[in-house]
């Protein structure tokens, strides 16, 4: 039944919401007393403008934004029987390097940069995004699972880092450090054809967690310089 409700997402997508409900019936028979923490993704909001917190309404507008909705939904059906909190990131990068087509954008321009001399984006890069680390994603993790109270049970976390950029800004960043580190010259090309993407200004609020302790300690600069280094092979 779970299969056909299904069929009309990517078999991927599908395959991700299929395995959270599979995670999720086990821990409620094996864990009860236990807290169980679903990461989800900015994606939920939709088009994002403004302020965001989350308070704001849950807009998806494709199916891969929907997959994200239904792992929340899932943990929600489950509350009677788990200590859950959602956490919604903003975009991740960090490592380790992943060799899948889902790779975060930042480790895929920094990928690029390494491995061609030169970065090919699929837009103008006018888009604007939020970034966390992925080290400090974890610090997010830690903190919830050892609050363990009323102030993150069935609770929603927006999870951010401090710097809300162009995808071209991030581009030349990562252009220019690696330009400076390395002596190399990189390219950036933007196809004739790239789509436009412009965005809406907009703030990933994350005081809610930030209120439990929640301090992003990595910068934008240092994360992308870990990845250089582990791609450089240290």
């Known amino acids: 039944t779970m299969t056909r409700k ?63 909705l239904l ?32 790779n975060p954008v930042i480790n895929d321009l920094c990928k690029q940069c390494h491995e061609n001399r030169k970065i090919i984006l699929n837009s103008k890069g006018e888009q604007k995004a939020n970034f966390v680390n992925i080290d400090d994603f974890d610090q997010a993790i830690n903190i919830i699972l050892n ?36 002596k190399k010259d990189i390219k950036i090309i933007i196809p004739k054809d790239a789509e436009d993407k412009r965005s809406f200004d907009f703030n990933y609020n994350f005081n809610k967690i930030n209120n439990l302790g929640y301090i992003p300690k990595v910068s934008l600069k240092e994360g992308i310089m870990n990845i250089f280094r582990e791609l450089e092979g240290g």
């Open 147 to 182: 609050e363990k109270s009323e102030k993150t049970k069935g609770e929603i976390f927006n999870v951010g880092g401090h710097e809300t950029i162009s995808i071209l800004e991030i581009a030349n960043m990562i252009t220019n450090l690696y330009e400076k580190t390395y």
């Open 6 to 68: 299904l069929s009309g997402i990517r078999p991927n997508q599908a395959w991700e919401v299929k395995k959270l409900i599979g995670e999720i019936t086990k821990f409620t028979g094996n864990h009860s007393d236990d807290t169980l923490a679903n990461k989800a993704l900015k994606q939920v909001y939709g088009k994002i403008k403004g302020d965001i917190t989350e308070k704001n309404l849950t807009e998806p507008s494709n199916d891969y934004e929907i997959t994200k």
């Open 71 to 102: 792992g929340e939904l899932y943990c929600k059906q489950f509350n009677k029987k788990i200590d859950y909190t959602i956490l919604r990131l903003s975009n991740i990068y960090g490592l380790p390097i992943l060799d899948d087509r889902w």
